[in-house]
């Protein structure tokens, strides 16, 4: 089976130009002015469209055990999402709860996934604690293709690591040369602020964000920053949100610290008056880092634009509305996240490109290109070349929509973005050759995504 995209503009590699794209099999064949069809092709006429390279999510939360709940996609349910939005790849945090066996929450992890998504995953390593068997472990999926661990500073008495289990992995990390990501924010000064809000009677959802200000953000990132420092490892800040944070990375980054960052889309779009409403309806916008001032949003987009933040991911994360109840009285039980696998692309392309906050070239590269080439999966991923898998994005900047839970594919009753307008959206997307997604809807096949080994 073959297909040929015809008279797209195509935008990869900081390049933009119209041509034809011949897709055979799984990977990109041809590129090229007037492309003919091979007999058995499927012939799509992409006049008007932009065709991007198939977006990356390094960043999700699928199968998560978190603050006594479990987020509620699966890999059917969360992949299919991914792939409406125009993301054909997610990396998800592998993230043992507290003292369970890592090679156990391998087995289990992969096996969530393994026949379930319907697109391209892989995981990061998440290191949750550290005794005797944590660096054979390490040392084994290092092996098998996974080639970045994750961390968290926050957290404490959950997936927190103290400073000795930071120091090792980050000495493994350079040993292996892999890449280190961490959740910064300095676990120990988030715990008194909570108890310290609380004795105050400061119990509702508005109390969330001065829980974790922006200055423990800042302490955690430089923090991190130290540590691969002093090991020569290769760190990446996940989910950064806030321009005193941004400072400290840079600051790391400007002394020669190998330091990568990633924003989320709910931090370039969200603010933290969304968290302040009444009750639940806060809640529902609780996330940690959490949603900060309004005006921090023009930083992030500005070093988004400049390149100094690399990615954009989603830490999709979604608990529903009975879920986000569970911390009525005591902010501190709201189970952490948003969810936006569905919605990354769209958003960023909106307020972004289409607002006239980012180049389309930058867009491209933030969400999928630099994407690939920190996490081992370039040039395979990432990228429209010809001898790359054929994860296609055909998308619609004409068309006009709003984001609702009413209309969403994510498994979950409430949308973080309910309303917001979006000016564009994928109208084919395929997998290595696959076409698994028309006009919003999913027509691929489910379970078809490989566990991606870099
Ligand atoms: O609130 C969040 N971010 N939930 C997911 C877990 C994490 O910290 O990434
Ligand atoms: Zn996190
Ligand atoms: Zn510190
Ligand atoms: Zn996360």
């Not at 099999?25 to 008007?48: H, M, T």
């Amino acid at each position: 089976m073959s297909l040929l995209i015809k008279n797209g503009e195509i935008v990869s590699d900081g390049k933009r130009f119209k041509a034809d794209v011949l897709v055979e099999g799984e990977k990109i064949a041809q590129i090229g002015e007037n492309l003919s069809a091979p007999a058995d092709a499927r012939v799509i006429d992409a006049s008007g469209k932009f065709v991007f390279p198939g977006f990356i999510d390094p960043h999700v939360h699928i199968h998560l055990p978190f603050m006594g709940t479990f987020a509620k996609d699966t890999h059917a349910t969360g992949s299919k999402a991914a792939l409406i939005g125009g993301t054909t790849t997610y990396i998800e945090m592998l993230a043992p709860a507290g003292n369970e066996d890592l090679m156990d929450a391998w087995h289990l992890w992969t096996g969530m996934a393994d026949g379930k998504s319907a697109c391209d995953y892989s995981f990061h390593i998440g290191v949750t604690n550290w005794n005797d068997q944590t660096e054979g472990y390490l040392r084994e999926l290092v092996g098998q293709g996974m080639k970045s661990f994750k961390v968290f500073l926050a957290y404490k008495g959950a997936f927190g690591i103290d400073d000795h289990a930071l120091y090792q992995v980050c000495k493994l990390a350079k040993e292996l040369d892999v890449v280190v990501t961490a959740h910064c924010e300095n676990a120990d000064l988030v715990a008194e602020l909570q108890q310290k809000l609380l004795s105050e009677g400061k119990t509702g959802p508005e109390w969330h964000e001065p829980s974790r200000p922006e200055s423990v953000e800042a302490e955690g990132t430089a923090h991190f920053a130290t540590f691969i420092e002093m090991t020569g490892a290769k760190g990446y800040v996940v989910h950064l949100s806030n321009a005193r944070a941004l400072a400290a990375a840079l600051d790391a980054k400007n002394r020669g610290v190998d330091l990568k960052i990633e924003v989320v889309i709910p931090h370039l779009t969200l603010d933290k008056t969304y968290a302040e409403r009444e009750g639940v309806e806060g809640a529902k916008h609780v996330m940690s880092p959490p949603l900060r001032d309004k005006s921090n949003q023009a930083r992030l987009w500005d070093a988004l634009d400049r390149g100094e933040i690399d990615t954009v991911a989603t830490d999709h994360c979604p608990f529903d509305v009975e879920q986000k109840h569970m911390g009525d009285g005591n902010f501190t039980k709201i189970p952490n996240g948003i969810p936006a696998i569905e919605d990354r692309v769209n958003l960023l392309y909106t307020y972004g490109v289409s607002r006239g906050n980012l180049p389309i070239e930058r867009f491209v590269d933030a969400a999928s290109t630099r994407t690939a080439q920190i996490f081992g999966l370039y040039p395979k991923k990432g990228t429209v070349q010809v001898g790359s898998d054929a994860d296609l994005v055909i998308y619609d900047p004409a068309y006009r929509g709003k984001i609702s839970a009413a209309t969403s594919h994510v498994n979950n009753d409430y949308s973080g973005f309910e309303g917001f307008d979006i000016d564009g959206r994928p109208s084919i997307v395929t997998v290595r050759g696959e076409v698994a997604v028309e006009d919003g809807q999913f027509v691929g096949t489910e379970g078809r995504g490989d566990l991606l080994r870099r």
